[in-house]
């Protein structure tokens, strides 16, 4: 299985650092950004499992760049990771960039290493359902065709004990 690939997102670079220390022993697949602009960039060039964001950044803050992801990358988890613990900073992350967890700075290594692979565990399965459901899709167009070709192929017919009857 390939590694998840996760975007970190701050304009400290000694943060960027860390939290590279802190993820690239997992075996995830990283990639930084110092800017909501640079982000951007490799998204467009990468498809990303999972973001972690500062919110006060040049140019595009956390939350604009959530909000941006939120439309043009709804599946990517979003998390942020900021300085300020203010209610508005929460509320607009929350409400505009839908994000998955906030995390206030300095974060705890275990919290935040919990919450990311928790993350990317609901990613696999997002992926995993849609799959399915492609799956099921295909298998329901290949019935509907057979019972074209062979009319009654996809009925049941039991006795009365449950058992099926095959007919030839």
């Known amino acids: 299985m390939k590694p998840f690939k996760i975007l970190l997102v701050d304009d400290a670079p000694q943060v960027l650092k860390a939290l590279e220390r802190m993820l690239r022993p997992k075996g995830y697949e990283l990639f930084m950004a110092d800017s909501g602009h640079g982000a951007l960039d490799i998204l467009r060039a990468h498809d990303i499992d999972l973001i972690v964001t500062d919110e006060f950044m040049p140019g595009l803050s956390g939350t604009d760049l959530l909000e941006v992801l ?99």
């Open 70 to 168: 939120k439309k043009l990358y709804p599946d990517i988890i979003r998390i942020m990771l900021t300085g300020l613990d203010d209610v508005e900073t929460l509320k607009n992350a929350v409400n505009k960039g839908e994000i998955y967890r906030f995390f206030t700075k300095p974060w705890d290594d275990f919290e935040l290493s919990l919450a990311i692979y928790q993350g990317l565990q609901q990613r696999a399965l997002e992926r995993e359902n849609a799959r399915l459901k492609t799956v099921a899709c295909s298998q329901e167009k290949m019935l509907k065709q057979l019972e074209k070709e062979y009319p009654g192929i996809s009925e049941r017919k039991l006795t009365a004990d449950g058992s099926f009857i095959i007919e030839g």
